[in-house]
């Protein structure tokens, strides 16, 4: 048994059964805590022996429906660590007995780790067993009953064009191009760490539908301020290496509040702030429904607010 990192500071669960090597890589941002349940999940996953009863089978039969399904998605590794998360848990369980197991693990996790981390785990086990009820293993959706805990994502900070050029200027040069491609795209960081040359066409920026949150295709206008930074993709950065410079970058310029997905929450701002209607800034950002764009609305409104007491001074003054 063993847990090591890599060069990119991703860890490495491995363990031998029967003679046989088994290895699980852990996705970025993952903890030595992280490493530990899961090391001690594949270990009782070796050994695991359940009977067999009709309608209601173990969840260590159901969970291996899902890690092969997951293998599927946009983001297996990450699927697959959030579903082995849920394994001290599910140990022992029914299909039938899911919710209640979850709802213990969500109360153990509270305080190790937050909200939407493990919303995450519960996800993944809802979403095994829709696959076991659709499948015909269950027969009806045990995940139905999992509840999610609450999150509060509401944390929006909108920067000015000069904070973001304060910021940028204490980036170094790969860094500093995730940056202004960011604010003058509206990206998200793993749409613009899988930008290729060849999704430059016609003076527009393609993001291609397996790199999208959404898994929705869309393009993006290329403007005269956004080809210098473009030349730089390929970017020769990971996703680790991004979020440490960009780290340090924001200790030096002295904005340690600032994450990464501000600058696209600050591109929304700064094109309502212009007078982009809100659906246009949809479409700039990817947003599958006008409802996850609304909630720039108020600075419309304030915008709007601002048109009118220029009115009502000139009305004064007259």
């Keep these: ?7 990119q500071g991703r860890l490495h669960v491995g363990i031998m059964v029967g003679g046989k090597r088994i290895h699980r890589r852990l996705p970025e941002g993952a903890s030595a805590r992280d490493a ?19 309608g209601d089978p173990p969840m260590a039969s159901i969970m291996g429906l899902y890690m092969a399904h997951a293998d599927t998605l946009r983001s297996p590794d990450t699927a697959k660590f959030h579903a082995m998360r849920s394994g001290q848990w599910l140990e022992g369980v029914r299909a039938s007995e899911a919710s ?6 969500a109360k153990d996790m509270r305080g190790h780790y ?6 995450r785990s519960l996800g993944a086990v809802k979403a095994a067993l829709k696959l076991a009820f659709r499948s015909g293993m269950i027969p009806e959706d045990y995940g139905s009953k999992i509840t999610r805990l609450p999150e509060n994502n509401e944390r929006h900070l909108y920067l000015s064009i000069e904070e973001v050029k304060r910021l940028a200027d204490c980036c170094s040069e790969q860094v500093r191009a995730a940056v202004w491609i960011a604010l003058l795209t509206g990206c998200r960081r793993g749409e ?44 020769q950065i990971n996703a680790e290496g991004l979020k440490t410079g960009f780290r340090r970058a924001r200790e030096k310029a002295e904005m340690p509040h600032v994450h990464f997905h501000d600058l696209r929450h600050s591109c929304a701002s700064l094109l309502i702030n ?5 659906h246009v800034v949809k479409e700039i950002l990817g947003h599958t429904t006008i409802k996850t764009t609304e909630r720039y609305a108020h600075l419309d409104v304030e915008r709007q607010q601002e048109a009118l007491m220029m009115l009502s001074k000139a009305v004064d003054a007259a």
């Excluded at 209640?100 to 693990?105: F, I, L, N």
């Design 274 to 278: 212009m007078g982009v209607s809100l």
């Design 36 to 54: 530990k349940l899961l090391e001690a999940e594949l270990l009782r996953a070796a050994n695991r022996k359940s009977p067999s009863i009709p």
């Design 192 to 235: 613009i760490l899988k930008m290729q040359p060849g999704d430059i066409q016609e003076g527009r920026l393609r993001i291609r539908a397996g790199n999208t949150k959404t898994l929705r295709e869309r393009t993006v206008p290329i403007i005269p301020v956004l080809r210098p930074w473009l030349e730089y993709l390929p970017l």
């Design 114 to 119: 937050a909200p939407g981390t493990i919303n």
């Design 100 to 105: 209640v197991a979850m709802a213990k693990m």
């Design 1 to 7: 048994m063993s847990i090591w990192t890599d060069k």
